[in-house]
């Protein structure tokens, strides 16, 4: 009876997806609980062929789409009608159905896009399938050793099991996923005292988010258009004073020299974090960055005045980490490059922090800690194998596509001899810690 009334209900809601106020349960800590949570998504065939048209109209579509969902940790269930469901991802993205095959995607939730409601106690998080990551451990490794080692502004990310049905068809076990936090005002909330503030900016930058131009493309994110600097917070109302602030901190960050550019970088940013950050980001081979490829970073101004503000650098998407390496800007070899020359020297947010001998050596300092501690081989390898031994009965699914665990990087890269596990000369973590003790 009782599953014939939520049927009754995930339909009334398909049918009418109007928002709604219902108050919110606070539930457990989703991210800190040590039970996996287990997701279950329940799409209508309509809406289902709305996705998926919305994606053959736009391959970068934002829309959401209207679904059900029960979202279980433990012994705390949320089961959720009108809950907001779009596709996620950059070069990863693809058509989520071909014909009568299902295939991994990204998705994103958001549980209050149509009503006032939460899972356990979020609103939104996105599930992240391990397309580039074999060992399906690297982004739950890297932002654990962020948090570890006391890069707070880092997301948080836990494993999670993912079901789908679609339309009247059998539920589909689409195997293990990451839940990852979601940058938004939720994110600023549950840091609200280390960030001071939860009202400034956030901004997303992609691809040629070098901070070098005021002439950069600057835009408020409108799920429409793609934008080098995107606005995440606010309306297109108060985007000119956001747009303002940004380019103030861009054009500082490139004019001012010595004395008076050390007082104010210092000033503006929290110079350690900054630095913490940045060594473990070199530590785990994350290439795809700021500094070598001016890609895929958060920047959040903590206060919406256009002159008096903190901003804090956010981290973000570490999968090609831990040997998957590339050949992108200087680099070709992400296990033995060169950590003071990771990326392009021109890149002021690096270039002119790092000029400083103090600030240098810090950098240096925390790469060695980390490289002889928490990134050592051995430290390493004991904490990705718990993780791995949690999982390695849940990895086969339904779709039929990454249904095992191995020790590789990615196959596309260039460097497919990088091991995790393996003691010898292919251990990067062995490898990365002989180049930092030369430096």
Not at 186 to 211: H, M, P, Q, V
Not at 282 to 294: E, I, L, Q, R, T
Not at 346 to 357: A, C, D, G, H
């Amino acid at each position: 009876m009782r599953a014939h009334i939520k049927l009754l209900v995930f339909l009334l809601c398909l049918a009418a997806c109007r928002p709604e106020a219902i108050k919110e349960s606070p539930g457990p800590n989703v991210y800190e609980d040590s039970d996996m949570p287990e997701v279950h998504i329940s799409v209508s065939q309509k809406e289902w062929d709305r996705l998926l048209s919305e994606y053959d109209k736009n391959n970068n579509t934002k829309e959401f789409v209207c679904c059900a969902m029960s979202f279980r940790q433990g012994d705390e269930v949320a089961d959720l009608d009108s809950v907001g469901l779009r596709l996620k991802g950059n070069t990863s993205r693809r058509r989520p159905q071909e014909g009568s095959e299902f295939r991994h995607v990204h998705f994103g939730i958001k549980t209050n896009h149509y009503r006032d409601q939460t899972a356990l106690g979020i609103k939104r998080f996105d599930l992240k399938w391990f397309k580039d990551d074999p060992a399906y451990v690297r982004e739950i490794y890297c932002f654990d050793l962020f948090r570890s080692f006391g890069v707070w502004t880092a997301i948080r990310d836990v494993y999670a099991r993912l079901w789908l049905k679609v339309g009247e068809g059998d539920e589909m076990y689409y195997g293990v996923y990451g839940l990852m936090e979601h940058v938004n005002k939720e994110y600023l909330g549950r840091r609200t005292e280390l960030f001071g503030s939860t009202e400034g900016n956030i901004w997303k930058c992609s691809y040629g988010a070098d901070l070098k131009s005021t002439n950069a493309d600057m835009g408020q994110d409108d799920n429409l258009h793609e934008h080098v600097y995107e606005r995440k917070t606010g309306k297109d109302s108060n985007f000119p004073k956001a747009k303002s602030q940004l380019q103030d901190f861009i054009s500082n960050l490139n004019s001012l020299q010595g004395t008076a550019f050390r007082e104010w970088i210092s000033s503006v940013m929290d110079i350690d974090l900054f630095l913490r950050t940045y060594a473990v980001n070199v530590a785990v081979g994350m290439w795809d960055d700021y500094w070598n490829n001016s890609n895929n970073y958060y920047l959040y101004f903590n206060s919406k005045d256009e002159k008096q503000y903190k901003v804090y650098f956010i981290p973000y998407d570490y999968d090609n980490t831990l040997g998957t390496s590339h050949n992108c800007g200087v680099q070709s070899d992400s296990g033995r490059q060169n950590p003071l020359k990771w990326g392009d020297s021109s890149r002021p947010l690096v270039s002119k922090i790092l000029q400083y001998e103090d600030w240098s050596a810090l950098y240096v300092k925390y790469l060695k800690e980390l490289c002889t501690g928490l990134s050592s081989a051995q430290q390493a390898g004991e904490r990705i194998l718990s993780w791995q031994n949690s999982i390695k009965d849940f990895v086969q699914n339904d779709t039929g596509e990454d249904c095992s665990i191995s020790d590789a990087p990615a196959s596309w890269g260039n460097h497919g001899e990088y091991r995790l596990l393996e003691s010898g000369s292919n251990n990067y973590f062995a490898i990365k810690a002989a180049v930092v003790a030369k430096l």
